[in-house]
């Protein structure tokens, strides 16, 4: 802002260095046209009277002439040579004829010639004026004077002159800072207002002590200050309902402005990607998603100008089923804008996969004993019953497919009353060696059967966990009739215990036929099986893990199964401290 003081400042400071520059051009070059002029008519006047009394009787009294005139005087015939002069004898000077103001005199009666003196080292004034007889010039008058009288007088006058000018330069600096200061300081406060302004600080308003027309441009600034606030204010309010209005709905928003960049994207969407695609603001859909079919989507809506609504799905990494709207923004009619609404629909589809499978599934599960038991039981009534032994093999077929019937019904309602939250959890201290070794007992004779050893690690003074203690057990004898019926004859099941973070982890290892890579994380789904046939075999309802999942989250913890095919599974199980 002090360039601007500067500026005027120096403005002044140039217009008064100018305005001194012409004064001393015009008034030194006039002092010495005058004093020069007066030298010259004294000189002249010398001159005529010299003519008056006669060139003989001039040359008698010559130096008396000169001593009164304060000038040399040379008396000069008509042929130009000097017969008298009043410094210098005569016969050593040269002709005269040819000099400016000898040849000047001789036309026009009078000459005037200046010139540089080498010997006294001066400009020399010299006046001639012609003698005249009756008809004919009889001889020349020249007076001359130095004009270090003329240059002394200058001299004096600069003097005077430069004084009087730096006294004025003085004032006028003075004057031109004051009236620099006085331009520059509404200004300024105008300027640092605006500054501020510009930066988003809080201002007040421009109060300047003026009347002119810097009052009028602050009074101006201030009520489009005012004016400025209570649109920004209005804007404000109106942004922080529809960003209020965005964040609160569960679809997240684009907005695609005319040049189909993307200007707006709601922070419901970012979350809806997991940011996997960063900032898209700035780009073009395909830019930003690289989506072939939502891309489709949007030419389409731009071919038609009808509302577009499109399920795609988006991400490499965790994909997301999405359902689109595309639809115009409705606002200034030379600003066409797009908006595209995204609904998640991931969840849904995943659920509705689940509950197709979930059915799916249990009907088979179903259909499969009881298609085993009215088999059999059409079999008896048909007339097997008469044979006693044929009729109680039967029944014993029909029985043990009525148990694992009752098993997956009973495995069934453990679940859903876990997720109904209805199943009570009794939490209390239980011994993690005890609740081990109780489990160990009940498996004992079926890990036997299959030669099968099982390694308990844990010490009598193991740790204590927070749990239901049947529930507890139920996880256990899970897990472990898991490992007891996937790992072969004369293989070894392991547990150990320890503690990570805020946790108490009891691991399970066997050393049974493991599990593929891309198998492990469906395990815990209802009814999943690695092999299924086998597991059937094996009496399973696919439900045991599931189980064991569940309950482990109704304890507040996690499970978690790592697996090599052919060298054997552990299942982690982390109880919270």
């Known amino acids: 802002m002090k360039k601007l003081f500067y500026k005027i400042f120096f403005s002044y400071l140039v217009i008064i260095c100018v305005s001194f520059l012409l004064v001393d051009v015009f008034v030194s070059g006039k002092v010495k046209d005058i004093l020069t002029d007066q030298v010259e008519k004294e000189l002249l006047s010398y001159a005529r009277f010299i003519d008056q009394i006669s060139l003989e009787k ?31 004898e005569a016969a050593q000077m040269d002709n005269h004829f040819n000099r400016p103001e000898i040849q000047e005199a001789r036309v026009r009666g009078t000459g005037k010639s200046i010139r540089f003196s080498d010997t006294i080292g001066i400009d020399m004034l010299y006046i001639a004026v012609a003698v005249k007889d009756e008809k004919n010039v009889g001889g020349y008058v020249r007076l001359a004077r130095p004009l270090h009288e003329v240059q002394n007088v200058i001299d004096r006058v600069y003097q005077y002159m430069l004084l009087t000018m ?14 620099a200061y006085r331009l520059y300081e509404p200004i300024k406060i105008m300027g640092q207002f605006t500054e501020k302004l510009r930066k988003g600080e809080p201002v007040g308003a421009i109060i ?28 404000n309010e109106e942004k922080n309902k529809l960003m209020t209005a965005f964040t609160s709905m569960n679809e997240g928003v684009l907005i695609i402005n005319e040049h189909d960049l993307i200007e707006f994207s709601s922070p419901v969407l970012s979350n809806m990607l997991a940011v996997q695609y960063g900032d898209v603001t700035g780009k073009t859909l395909m830019e930003a998603f690289r989506s072939i079919d939502l891309q489709k989507a949007f030419l389409e809506f731009k071919q038609l100008r009808a509302n577009v609504s499109r399920e795609i799905v988006l991400g490499n990494i965790e994909p997301v089923i999405l359902k689109v709207s595309i639809s115009d923004v409705y ?57 006693i032994e044929e009729t109680k093999k039967f029944i014993d077929i029909i029985l043990k497919q009525a148990e ?78 898991n490992a007891i019926k996937f790992t072969p004859e004369g293989g070894e099941i392991s547990i150990a215990a320890g503690q990570s973070d805020d946790y108490v982890v009891v691991t399970i290892t066997d050393t049974g036929i493991g599990i593929p890579k891309d198998e492990i994380q469906r395990l815990g789904e209802r009814f999943y099986r690695v092999d299924k046939s086998r597991s059937r075999d094996l009496g399973g309802t696919g439900l045991g893990l599931s189980i064991v999942k569940h309950l482990m989250m109704a304890h507040g913890g996690k499970m978690e199964i790592k697996s090599q095919l052919g060298k054997g599974t552990t299942v982690s199980l982390f109880f919270p401290i």
């Open 331 to 387: 606002g200034a009619p030379d600003d066409e804008k797009t908006m595209i609404v995204f609904h998640d629909v991931t969840r849904l589809k995943k659920l509705e996969q689940i509950r197709m499978d979930f059915v799916a599934n249990v009907t088979h599960e179903i259909r499969t004993p009881l298609t085993a038991i009215i088999g059999y039981l059409e079999t008896i009534q048909s007339g097997a019953i008469n044979n």
């Open 208 to 235: 300047l002590n003026t009347d002119d027309e810097t009052k009028t441009l602050a009074d101006n600034i201030n009520y489009l200050v005012e004016e400025l606030k209570s649109k920004i204010r209005i804007a």
């Open 404 to 481: 694992r019937l009752n098993r997956l019904v009973e495995d069934l309602l453990i679940i859903s009353n876990i997720e109904t939250k209805e199943m009570i959890i009794n939490i209390e201290n239980v011994s993690l060696r005890a609740a081990v070794t109780n489990v160990i007992s009940l498996v004992e004779a079926k890990a036997d059967s299959k030669n099968i050893i099982i390694d308990c690690n844990l010490r009598e003074d193991s740790f204590s966990i927070k749990a239901d203690r049947d529930k507890i057990t139920q996880i256990f004898v899970n897990i472990l009739d």
């Open 58 to 88: 001039a040359s008698r009294h010559l130096n008396q002439i000169a001593n009164t005139s304060s000038a040399r005087i040379t008396l000069i015939n008509s042929r130009g040579e000097v017969f008298a002069d009043s410094e210098k």
């Open 166 to 179: 730096f006294i004025a330069a003085v004032i006028s600096l003075i004057i031109a800072l004051f009236f």
